[in-house]
């Protein structure tokens, strides 16, 4: 039996893309470590004053948990449904962070900004 192999044939010399090591680089993003280390700390400013707002309440340990598990909860549905709604929101780092801290406003918000840009 003769075997089929499952890569077309070609001429030496050209590049497919996907099978070689250079297509791979296309894709990567490098971030400078400027951009970064603004990042972390926006991210530690808003969760110190994300900390300050839910301990001023009675239970502020529950406060935390169903704002974020309420965030997470609609990021997940909407991401779920997204085919049906024609707008996802992509769950990364970013977006996760932002759920968890803002809870259901914080994803309206994205959704709100998807539909815009």
Do not use: D, W
């Not at 502020?60 to 049906?84: A, E, Q």
């Amino acid at each position: 039996m003769q075997e089929k192999s499952l890569m077309p044939l070609v001429k030496p010399g050209i590049k497919i893309p996907g099978l070689t090591k250079e297509f791979g680089n296309l894709f990567k993003k490098e971030r400078t470590p400027k951009v970064e280390a603004i990042s972390i700390t926006l991210a530690a400013i808003s969760l110190f004053f994300y900390l300050r707002i839910c301990g001023s309440q009675k239970k502020p340990l529950k406060s935390m948990l169903l704002n974020s598990l309420s965030g997470l909860t609609v990021l997940v549905t909407i991401s779920v449904i997204s085919g049906i709604m024609g707008c996802g929101i992509a769950v990364n780092h970013a977006t996760v962070f932002l759920s968890t801290t803002l809870g259901i406003p914080g994803v309206v918000g994205m959704v709100l900004i998807k539909f815009i840009l």
